[in-house]
Nanobody
């Protein structure tokens, strides 16, 4: 059973930056796919970015390309999402997710989920 704990959310003004972290336990094997999703009130959960935890392929939603960067620290078993040039439409609850592969990306069919961290961007 994989447990995921997000942190780093908060309130920022448009144009600002935040870095989200997701601590995973127990140890995440390199074949896992880890991802960030977000869900705004009244909207469906959408994929933001994904990465194969062993390194290599990354995937981004068109809406965040060039602004967000997904990365990992294998030694710390931690996933990150660096969010720059934030916009009010980026406001949402952000969730960390993990699965045995990235096959379901960008659909929200991942096996393991964190509780989420709130990001609010004001104009």
């Amino acid at each position: 059973q994989v447990q995921l704990v997000e942190s780093g959310g908060g309130s920022v003004q448009a144009g600002g930056s935040l870095r989200l972290s997701c601590a995973a336990s127990p140890f995440i094997d390199s074949h896992y796919c880890m991802a960030w999703f977000r869900q705004a009130p009244g909207k469906e959960r959408e994929g933001v970015a994904a990465i194969r935890f062993g390194g290599g392929s990354t995937y981004y939603a068109d809406s965040v390309k060039g602004r967000f960067t997904i990365s990992q620290d294998n030694a710390k078993n931690t996933l990150y999402l660096q969010m720059n040039s934030l916009k009010p439409e980026d406001s949402a609850m952000y969730y960390c997710a993990a699965d045995y592969s990235c096959g379901s990306w960008p659909r929200a069919g991942f096996r393991y989920w964190g509780q989420g961290t709130q990001v609010t961007v004001s104009s």
